[in-house]
């Protein structure tokens, strides 16, 4: 009878761990940092929170220092013609490749094709993979549907992962990144 005690008393005390389980597998998989300048940023520039950090995540795993193959980079991967381009549209000054002047950029650019493509997720997103010419060119052609034609299967792809992202930052950290449970 002993024995059946200890047990159940160990499962009572390890419960709260099991499940806190999941939330903290995704916690490592979705880190959060930067989290001030995120929340800022997108406050400056009216983006919800969550979707920046899933920008982030997806973009560069949140290391300040990757560049890609194309020539974007820093956290959101900033290319040097859309950095000029936000710097003039924007008036956002300092070096694309620090961490802060590349959120306040990158979220800039978020709301800015947000307002070109009237809030549409997966066209803001898809613009921000692909470029807002390929984008302009789907969606001129008669019966295109963003949500099943996407010609690129790297954009969908992205457009898919941000989105899963977003919500799970939702979950975590709460929309606007203001909800840090303790662990």
Sequence with gaps: MTVVLVALALILLGLPLLLEAPDLARRLTH???YEETIRDAAAEHE?????VAAVIRTESGFDPEVESSQGAYGLMQIQPETARFISERGGIAGDYQGPKTNIRMGTWYLNYLQDRYNGDERLVL???NSGEGQ???WISEEGFEVGRDIPFEETSQYVEDVSEARD???ELYGSDLDRRSEE
């Design 31 to 33: 880190p959060l940092e």
């Design 47 to 51: 983006v919800e929170p969550a979707l």
């Design 126 to 128: 898809a613009a921000y």
């Design 135 to 137: 984008v302009d060119a």
């Design 168 to 170: 799970i930052y939702q």
